[in-house]
């Protein structure tokens, strides 16, 4: 799970990292108020998505006032901006930045450090944590001013403490502003939550942003929702067969939109709540890469056809079921009366089908 900048400081608010002064908004009245108590100048921003962040700066309090209005009036994938972050303006000479993530080849956290052009980087030991070596390691590799060494391996420290209590599959502190009195200010961060320790983490459900919700309907049914830049929605069940389908769309020159994981369960419900999902997207295709594993593919087949009938999709449907009774599973989706609906035998005539619909027309996801 993706936090932004928003989330990711609710989340890290009780570790007492050095965090920029910020304040919530959800009205211009507020945004005043909050300017008074922060001091000006401050910047105020809204987050749509966890890699883009919308900002305006503010030196008087009509600027405050303007900017909170312009700002909430804004739509972002379709969903209206209801808040705006108002944080203090902070001006540094310097600025570092450093961030832990789980390395997929050792198995093990790594921390980098980045000041000025430099960059260093150590791999650490889950079983003894950050060593106080490793973190000099860390500020004398980047030239860190001596002066902010003891601050900054203090947060080296904290933050390794941030990733192992949230399970952060990544944690980035950006801008880390190095003060003239020998302190540090963090003026934005982002986390990355192992969706497989959700459930540690009940928290989350209080911070929520209004542009997640998506998201967050995905986690209520149980599926495992990646929004990509493509403008093919993939539907698998298992983590194997979306990445599959993503690559074979990819040789082939098409993209992926999303990725919606039905995990093991092919029910009908579940296959509704993507088809909902879908809905928000603006997709050329849907393609259905699904293994029946707990039921026969027949009564998979029937499941979905009945979804399929119910939403009444105007776009290009490609269905590729395997499992028991596949043959009876196939035959059922090539009774549908819907034109759009194609059952085929493997990915590889999947992709075929989709190249050759997609060329005939640019439709949108549409549901009757």
């Known amino acids: 799970m993706q936090l932004n900048d928003f989330q990711t400081r609710t989340m890290l608010q009780r570790f007492a990292l050095p965090l920029v002064r910020a304040v919530v908004a959800h009205s211009a009245d507020e945004a005043d108020a909050a300017a008074r108590e922060i001091g000006l100048p401050v910047i105020l921003s809204i987050q749509p998505t966890a890699n883009v962040r919308l900002k305006r700066h503010a030196l008087t309090l009509a600027e405050v006032h303007e900017h909170t209005l312009d700002l909430l009036r804004l739509k972002v994938n379709g969903a209206q901006a209801k808040r705006v972050l108002i944080e203090a303006e902070i001006v540094a000479q310097i600025e570092c930045s450093l961030a832990i993530y789980a390395d997929t080849d050792s198995h093990r956290p790594v921390i980098i450090a980045q000041c000025a052009g430099s960059s260093a ?205 596949v043959e009876a599973a196939r035959a059922v989706i090539n009774q549908q009366t819907a034109v759009n609906v194609i059952s085929v035998t493997s990915m590889s005539q999947a992709v075929m089908r989709l190249i050759s619909l997609l060329r005939q027309g640019s439709g949108r996801v549409n549901s009757g």
């Open 121 to 325: 980087s150590e791999t650490i030991n889950p079983l003894s944590g950050v060593f106080e070596f490793q973190a000099r390691n860390l500020v004398n590799t980047i030239n860190l001013p001596r002066e902010y060494w003891r601050e900054f391996i203090a947060l080296i420290q904290q933050l390794y403490t941030c990733a192992v209590q949230l399970d952060a599959l990544r944690l980035e502190l950006h801008a880390i502003a190095l003060l003239p009195n020998g302190s540090l200010l963090v003026r934005s961060a982002d986390l990355q939550i192992d969706d497989y320790a959700l459930f540690r983490h009940p928290e989350l459900e209080l911070v929520d942003d209004v542009h997640d919700g998506v998201k967050r309907h995905a986690r209520a049914a149980g599926i495992t929702y990646t929004p990509l830049r493509g403008t093919v929605a993939c539907v698998v069940n298992g983590a194997g067969l979306g990445m599959a389908t993503i690559d074979m769309l990819m040789v082939a020159g098409l993209r992926a939109a999303c990725i919606l994981d039905l995990c093991t369960d092919l029910s009908s419900g579940k296959m509704a709540a993507a088809l909902n999902i879908l809905l928000h997207h603006q997709v050329r295709a849907v393609c259905f890469n699904l293994f029946a594993t707990r039921t026969s593919a027949e009564m998979v087949a029937h499941d979905l056809a009945a979804m399929l009938n119910e939403f009444a999709l105007t776009i290009p449907v490609i269905v590729r079921i395997e499992g028991q009774e």
